[in-house]
T-cell receptor, first 110, second 115 residues
Framework: RKEVEQDPGPFNVPEGATVAFNCTYSNSASQSFFWYRQDCRKEPKLLMSVYSSGNEDGRFTAQLNRASQYISLLIRDSKLSDSATYLC???????????FGKGTRLSVIA | GAVVSQHPSRVICKSGTSVKIECRSL??????MFWYRQFPKQSLMLMAT?????????EQGVEKDKFLINHASLTLSTLTVTSAHPEDSSFYICSAGLDLALEAFFGQGTRLTVV
């Protein structure tokens, strides 16, 4: 079983739609959780960290359920510029490498 | 914020030759840097952990004699792909951070094509 699993998609949605991505992780010792965004042929960039209490940044909401080892990302009012691959990422501590999911590809269509 | 710079961004080389990729932390000192590889439609896979002043730690299945890592200073780590073969063609990317529990910063990545 992979340490971080995501639905690869692709998710093809119209502009303005709401879309949700899910992710599960297998290592219960994981301590920090993130969503990164990766555009085609580019490096990943941090979208947001994920906290147990849930957090929101504009149109983006992230949730963490430690008991179920489950992470989610909700994007509301999708924009064309949201088209990218969204990577679920976990790490065990401050100086250990990030572990990446395979990514979920999103295409927002006009 | 912290910046990591990687060079070159793209390289094409012939089979059997070696290619060196540099990863620099521009405004912070990184005792540890990480090297990842990403094949098309795959996730980023950790290749090795680069430790300043000591030997790199390689992940299972990554040949240390083929992928040479040197971390001679607190701001520079290099990955050399020796005797490159077409199957080594991939996207190589480094990362570092002051505290990875907060955020990791990535180099721009190097797209290697071996012909």
């Amino acid at each position: 079983r992979k340490e971080v699993e995501q639905d690869p998609g692709p998710f093809n949605v119209p502009e303005g739609a709401t879309v949700a991505f899910n992710c599960t992780y297998s290592n219960s010792a994981s301590q920090s959780f993130f969503w990164y965004r990766q555009d085609c042929r580019k490096e990943p960039k941090l979208l947001m960290s994920v906290y147990s209490s849930g957090n929101e940044d504009g149109r983006f909401t992230a949730q963490l359920n430690r008991a179920s080892q489950y992470i989610s990302l909700l994007i509301r009012d999708s924009k064309l510029s949201d088209s990218a691959t969204y990577l679920c990422v976990v790490t065990h501590s401050g100086n250990t490498p990030l572990v990446f999911g395979k990514g979920t590809r999103l295409s927002v269509i006009a | 914020g912290a910046v990591v710079s990687q060079h070159p961004s793209r390289v094409i080389c012939k089979s059997g030759t070696s290619v060196k990729i540099e990863c620099r932390s521009l405004d912070f000192q990184a005792t540890t840097m990480f090297w990842y590889r990403q094949f098309p439609k795959q996730s980023l896979m950790l290749m090795a952990t680069s430790n300043e002043g000591s030997k790199a730690t390689y992940e299972q299945g990554v040949e240390k004699d083929k992928f040479l890592i040197n971390h001679a200073s607190l701001t520079l780590s290099t990955l050399t792909v020796t005797s490159a073969h077409p199957e080594d063609s991939s996207f190589y990317i480094c990362s570092a951070g002051l505290d990875l529990a907060l955020e990791a910063f990535f180099g721009q990545g190097t797209r290697l094509t071996v012909v």
